[in-house]
Protein backbone atom coordinates (compact mmCIF):
# COMPACT_ATOMS: atom_id res chain seq x y z
CA UNK A 1 0.00 0.00 0.00
CA UNK A 2 1.12 3.67 -1.21
CA UNK A 3 2.01 5.54 2.41
CA UNK A 4 -0.59 8.06 1.34
CA UNK A 5 -3.10 5.71 1.23
CA UNK A 6 -2.10 4.56 4.34
CA UNK A 7 -2.12 7.59 6.00
CA UNK A 8 -5.53 8.48 4.54
CA UNK A 9 -6.91 5.46 6.19
CA UNK A 10 -5.34 5.43 9.24
CA UNK A 11 -6.79 9.13 9.34
CA UNK A 12 -10.10 7.64 8.50
CA UNK A 13 -10.21 5.17 11.01
CA UNK A 14 -8.90 7.76 13.64
CA UNK A 15 -11.43 9.90 12.97
CA UNK A 16 -14.73 7.21 12.99
CA UNK A 17 -12.94 6.20 16.22
CA UNK A 18 -11.91 3.18 15.73
CA UNK A 19 -8.42 3.89 16.71
CA UNK A 20 -6.37 6.26 19.00
CA UNK A 21 -2.99 7.47 17.62
CA UNK A 22 -0.22 7.83 20.59
CA UNK A 23 3.13 9.80 19.98
CA UNK A 24 6.32 8.54 21.31
CA UNK A 25 8.36 11.06 20.13
CA UNK A 26 9.85 9.19 17.48
CA UNK A 27 7.08 7.51 15.85
CA UNK A 28 3.19 7.63 15.95
CA UNK A 29 1.35 4.23 16.88
CA UNK A 30 -1.97 3.10 16.44
CA UNK A 31 -3.81 1.26 19.09
CA UNK A 32 -7.55 -0.70 18.81
CA UNK A 33 -10.05 1.27 20.35
CA UNK A 34 -11.59 -1.56 21.97
CA UNK A 35 -9.18 -2.98 23.88
CA UNK A 36 -8.00 0.20 26.57
CA UNK A 37 -4.42 -0.16 27.32
CA UNK A 38 -3.36 2.27 30.13
CA UNK A 39 -0.66 4.89 29.54
CA UNK A 40 2.11 2.56 31.27
CA UNK A 41 0.82 -0.25 28.61
CA UNK A 42 0.84 1.91 25.78
CA UNK A 43 4.16 2.88 26.91
CA UNK A 44 5.61 -0.39 27.08
CA UNK A 45 4.18 -1.28 23.80
CA UNK A 46 5.95 1.55 22.01
CA UNK A 47 9.09 -0.41 23.12
CA UNK A 48 7.94 -3.55 22.19
CA UNK A 49 7.30 -2.85 18.50
CA UNK A 50 11.16 -2.16 18.63
CA UNK A 51 12.86 -5.64 17.48
CA UNK A 52 15.83 -4.68 19.78
CA UNK A 53 14.24 -3.19 22.72
CA UNK A 54 11.81 -6.76 22.68
CA UNK A 55 14.89 -8.71 22.58
CA UNK A 56 16.19 -6.90 25.28
CA UNK A 57 12.79 -7.38 27.39
CA UNK A 58 12.87 -10.76 26.66
CA UNK A 59 16.69 -11.31 27.60
CA UNK A 60 16.00 -9.70 30.84
CA UNK A 61 12.73 -11.78 31.53
CA UNK A 62 14.63 -15.25 31.12
CA UNK A 63 17.29 -13.60 33.34
CA UNK A 64 17.41 -11.12 35.26
CA UNK A 65 20.51 -9.05 36.53
CA UNK A 66 22.23 -9.20 32.82
CA UNK A 67 24.92 -6.34 32.75
CA UNK A 68 25.50 -4.40 28.87
CA UNK A 69 28.00 -6.76 27.40
CA UNK A 70 25.72 -9.91 28.55
CA UNK A 71 22.39 -8.72 26.69
CA UNK A 72 25.13 -7.44 23.69
CA UNK A 73 26.34 -11.04 23.67
CA UNK A 74 22.61 -11.91 23.92
CA UNK A 75 20.82 -10.52 21.83
CA UNK A 76 23.70 -9.52 18.80
CA UNK A 77 23.67 -5.65 19.22
CA UNK A 78 26.56 -3.63 19.57
CA UNK A 79 27.23 -2.92 23.29
CA UNK A 80 26.66 1.30 22.41
CA UNK A 81 23.40 0.28 20.89
CA UNK A 82 22.76 -1.91 24.01
CA UNK A 83 23.30 0.72 26.08
CA UNK A 84 21.43 3.30 24.37
CA UNK A 85 18.34 0.93 24.56
CA UNK A 86 18.58 0.10 28.29
CA UNK A 87 19.08 4.17 29.22
CA UNK A 88 15.58 4.71 27.48
CA UNK A 89 13.97 1.73 28.86
CA UNK A 90 15.40 2.94 32.74
CA UNK A 91 14.09 6.79 31.55
CA UNK A 92 10.39 4.93 30.60
CA UNK A 93 10.12 3.49 34.16
CA UNK A 94 10.35 -0.47 32.35
CA UNK A 95 13.61 -1.55 33.72
CA UNK A 96 15.68 -0.59 36.77
CA UNK A 97 19.67 -0.54 37.18
CA UNK A 98 21.41 -1.60 39.77
CA UNK A 99 24.75 -0.27 40.16
CA UNK A 100 28.05 -1.88 41.52
CA UNK A 101 31.03 -0.44 41.12
CA UNK A 102 31.31 -0.13 37.38
CA UNK A 103 28.74 -2.66 36.37
CA UNK A 104 25.18 -1.85 35.75
CA UNK A 105 22.57 -4.71 36.29
CA UNK A 106 19.22 -4.46 34.71
CA UNK A 107 15.52 -6.07 35.88
CA UNK A 108 12.41 -5.74 34.81
CA UNK A 109 10.29 -3.59 36.89
CA UNK A 110 7.26 -5.51 36.07
CA UNK A 111 7.45 -8.70 33.96
CA UNK A 112 4.22 -9.53 34.24
CA UNK A 113 2.91 -7.08 32.47
CA UNK A 114 5.19 -7.60 29.39
CA UNK A 115 4.84 -11.00 29.18
CA UNK A 116 0.59 -10.39 29.11
CA UNK A 117 1.15 -7.73 26.22
CA UNK A 118 3.71 -9.90 24.63
CA UNK A 119 1.28 -12.90 24.51
CA UNK A 120 -1.67 -10.77 24.11
CA UNK A 121 0.06 -9.18 20.64
CA UNK A 122 2.37 -12.06 19.75
CA UNK A 123 0.83 -12.43 16.50
CA UNK A 124 1.61 -8.54 15.53
CA UNK A 125 5.32 -9.22 16.42
CA UNK A 126 5.99 -11.89 13.62
CA UNK A 127 9.07 -12.52 16.00
CA UNK A 128 10.48 -16.58 16.94
CA UNK A 129 12.02 -14.99 19.58
CA UNK A 130 8.40 -13.72 20.74
CA UNK A 131 6.86 -17.62 20.07
CA UNK A 132 9.55 -19.41 21.67
CA UNK A 133 9.57 -16.79 25.26
CA UNK A 134 5.56 -17.32 25.34
CA UNK A 135 6.07 -21.11 25.38
CA UNK A 136 8.51 -21.10 27.91
CA UNK A 137 6.52 -18.39 29.81
CA UNK A 138 3.02 -20.74 29.81
CA UNK A 139 4.88 -24.07 30.49
CA UNK A 140 6.72 -21.90 33.44
CA UNK A 141 3.49 -20.79 34.77
CA UNK A 142 1.28 -24.07 34.35
CA UNK A 143 2.92 -26.03 36.91
Known amino acids: ???????????????????????????????????????TERKIMSFLRRSGCRHILIQLL?????????????????????????????????????????ISKFTVIDPLAIAELLICYKESFLDTLVDGFIEMWEFKNSK
Open 62 to 102: NNPDMNNKELSQAVGLSPSTISWNLNKLVEAGIIEREKTGR
Open 1 to 39: MVVGNLQYHLQYMEKKNLIRASNDGDYVRYFVKDRSLSE
